[in-house]
């Protein structure tokens, strides 16, 4: 039975999108978007693989300074900091609110799981008019393990007093998904455009293009 919902917040609630024109601005092209959100994680990973931990605001700047010398793009810390406020205020993907309510009237507790930190977690999910929709907010950096290492799922089970059997994570991308899935959890994946699931590992058992239709398909499993 599931009785929490874990959401992840940056991609699969959040709209990256806005950002491209931040990106435009700087660093000529909106298609260096994502190259920084990888960089972003792989820093985070990097830490979390070595013993040596970067909170998520922390990698978002070494991210960008990294992309700027890549490019040869001369970047000011105001610029860099304007980046990283902006993603304390992006807006919500158009299905997110429908599909929110459609999960918080069900038998389900939900939880916004972020490798943000807290601080800005909040104001993720209050600037995007969805904060009330959720039980919680948990930050993984509040156990200094970053997703997709098992602690932060594991910390939704022990918050909410429950199994992590008992737990679905729903999230946009695969290595949350693995994570979720090998800590012990349920998983739902939301395969936003350009995002797939890894061949290696276990799979999800819902799968869907957005989060509206996602809900539908857990409501019909997770109710019975």
């Known amino acids: 039975m599931t009785r929490v919902l874990a959401l992840d917040v940056n991609e699969t609630l959040l709209d990256l999108e806005a950002l491209d024109g931040p990106f435009e601005e700087l660093f000529g092209s909106a298609a260096l978007r994502p190259q920084w959100f ?10 979390g693989l070595t013993g040596s931990y970067v909170d998520f605001t922390t990698a978002q700047r070494g991210a960008l300074r990294m992309l700027a010398q890549r490019e040869g793009v001369p970047m000011t810390e105001h610029q860099a ?3 990283v406020d902006l993603m304390s205020s992006l ?4 299905e997110v609110p429908t599909a929110l309510r459609k999960l ?4 389900f507790r939900l939880v916004a799981l972020t490798n943000s930190v807290m601080d800005v977690a909040e104001q993720q999910l209050r600037n995007a008019g969805i904060r009330e ?5 948990m930050s ?3 156990v200094r393990k970053l997703k997709p290492a098992p602690e932060p799922y594991h910390a939704v089970a022990t918050a909410f007093r429950v199994l992590p059997s008992e737990v679905r994570l729903i999230a946009a991308h695969s290595w949350d998904i693995t994570g979720a899935l090998l800590a012990g959890c349920k998983a739902a994946f939301v395969s936003r455009p350009g995002m797939v699931l890894s061949p290696i590992g276990p799979q999800p058992d819902i799968v869907a293009d957005n989060l ?6 857990v409501v019909r499993r997770d109710c019975r």
């Not at 918080?104 to 038998?107: I, L």
């Not at 929709?133 to 907010?137: A, Q, S």
């Not at 509206?212 to 398909?217: G, T």
């Open 38 to 47: 990888s960089h972003m994680l792989q820093l985070s990973f990097v830490g």
């Open 81 to 83: 900091q304007r980046i």
């Open 91 to 94: 807006p919500p993907h158009a």
């Open 104 to 107: 918080a009237d069900g038998p």
């Open 133 to 137: 929709l959720f039980d919680r907010v």
């Open 140 to 142: 993984a950096d509040s």
């Open 212 to 217: 509206d239709d996602l809900a539908d398909l």
